[in-house]
């Protein structure tokens, strides 16, 4: 199921040339094809293996002007696709064609797939490791590797098509103690291989901080965010660099390029090559680049595609992405990169004295607007430097930006947390509320 498996298929040429037969001026289609193979484990014990296959094809195409699109998933009748993309067009407005012409660059596939008794052998060997430990812990995962392959083909001259295989795991351990439920979650998501002893390791580290429950520290003291929690911090981030909110007005930086917006220790970036979320080229045919946009804590860059980079006379920086195939293109991430620190998660816990630990958190994160107020669902407390045990019923609110002002210090530990690498982090001015008895 190789990218050279799609580019040899001639649906997609078919479809363009329907489509300028049809009297279209221009058309792109835009390929997706996954295959995962999941391993579950429920309980402790091997639950089910799984095979999902799906596949997708999106055509664009413009007549006189005006834009049609048309989805079909699985078998496709390129006929019926054309009409209907024709169709649609006709209850649209003109708007300018934005397409990539003439490339046909070649980007070779990412990863490497694994049998599945690999993913089988990774998920018991995580478990008993944690059992080992913790005989009563109730654990549940799932191992999986993922194949997709994309292909975007245009009336332009645009051919570019790769093939991407990841694996992933994701891994949650159970504790009831009378009344009291303890739920840990971590995973992984990687290329060429798992670690089921890191990640076992990093849930029998917070199996041992939560043997005691204890108060909510009071007052505002520093808050420390896991990996784990960070990025609800960076959501706001992220839209506030999001070159559509910069056209909409609703990001507060919109007028701040090459001025201090947070802490001088941050610099924040995008690299094509990096972690198991790299991408050759975004859903425009644009290749993807390296790009700060944050340096030293001052503003340098946002991001965009092809439409709204044209509109902020910056260009496409090779971030058109569809939410979904039936989206048009709209400006979005791959990879986003928090430059850590040196230190430890151990040296941060040390140098905090009293303070909070954040790890996991319940709903959402915080708006464009910064503001948030987030229920804890896994956190500790910290007292002359040391973790004494697992706070319950807390809550924390702020502000992102003020936050990210006040940032005290960056790990050393950054890792995944979905297409986010960030370490964790100290803020402070953040408002703590819970029990203390």
């Given at each position: ?6 580019s ?24 997706s094809?996954?295959?995962s193979?999941?391993?579950?484990f429920?309980a ?8 999902s ?11 006189n ?31 300018p ?7 046909h ?13 690999v993913?089988?052998d ?11 430990v913790y ?9 999986e ?32 103690r ?9 995973g ?7 670690n089921p ?12 901080w ?19 929690a ?13 070159g559509k ?33 790299s991408?050759?080229?975004?859903d425009?045919g ?6 700060v946009?944050?340096e030293?804590g ?6 965009s ?9 910056i260009?496409?920086t ?15 991430l791959f ?36 503001d948030?107020?987030?229920n804890?669902?896994l956190g ?8 004494i045990g ?5 809550m924390v ?7 990210l002002?006040q ?31």
């Amino acid at each position: 199921m190789g990218s050279a498996n799609l580019s040899q298929d001639t649906l997609a040429e078919h479809l363009l040339e329907l489509s300028l037969k049809s009297g279209a001026e221009a058309a792109e289609v835009y390929q997706s094809r996954s295959l995962s193979r999941p391993v579950l484990f429920e309980a402790n014990r091997l639950k089910q293996l799984e095979t999902s296959q799906s596949e997708g094809t999106a055509l664009r195409l413009w007549l006189n002007g005006c834009p049609g699109l048309m989805v079909a998933y699985g078998s496709v009748d390129p006929q019926v696709m054309v009409e209907r993309a024709l169709a649609l067009s006709q209850l649209n407005q003109p708007e300018p064609v934005e397409l990539v012409s003439n490339s046909h660059t070649y980007y070779p596939d990412l990863g490497e797939s694994v049998p599945v008794e690999v993913l089988i052998d990774w998920g018991k060997e995580a478990i008993a490791l944690i059992r080992d430990v913790y005989p009563d812990v109730l654990c549940s995962t799932d191992w999986e590797c993922d194949i997709e392959n994309t292909r975007l083909i245009n009336s332009k001259g645009l051919d570019c098509h790769y093939s991407d295989t990841t694996l992933s795991c994701y891994m949650s351990a159970e504790w009831v103690r009378g009344d009291d439920f303890l739920s840990i979650s971590d995973g992984q998501t990687q290329r060429g291989e798992l670690n089921p002893e890191k990640l076992a390791h990093q849930i029998l580290q917070r199996l041992d901080w939560a043997q005691e429950n204890v108060s909510t520290p009071i007052g505002r003291v520093p808050v420390l965010f896991t990996s784990k929690a960070a990025d609800m911090l960076w959501g706001t981030v992220q839209a506030a660099l999001n070159g559509k909110r910069i056209l909409e007005k609703s990001s507060p930086w919109g007028e701040r390029l090459g001025t201090p917006v947070v802490a001088p220790i941050l610099t924040l970036y995008q690299d094509p090559e990096a972690g198991p979320y790299s991408c050759p080229f975004d859903d425009e045919g644009h290749p993807t680049k390296s790009l700060v946009f944050i340096e030293n804590g001052i503003l340098r860059n946002f991001y965009s595609d092809r439409t709204t980079g044209r509109q902020l006379n910056i260009g496409s920086t090779g971030n058109g992405f569809r939410p979904g195939l039936g989206s048009y293109p709209t400006p979005g991430l791959f990879n986003f990169l928090i430059q850590p620190g040196s230190p430890s998660l151990q040296d941060l816990i040390h140098s905090m004295g009293d303070g909070l630990i954040v790890d996991q958190i319940l709903g959402e994160s915080g708006s464009i607007s910064g503001d948030f107020s987030i229920n804890i669902d896994l956190g500790y407390r910290v007292k002359n430097g040391q973790i004494i045990g697992r706070v319950k019923d807390t809550m924390v609110a702020g502000n992102v930006y003020t936050a990210l002002k006040q940032l005290v210090q960056l790990g050393g530990d950054a890792d995944w947390n979905g297409a986010c690498y960030t370490p964790s982090l100290i803020v402070e001015g953040l408002s703590i509320n819970g029990k203390n008895n």
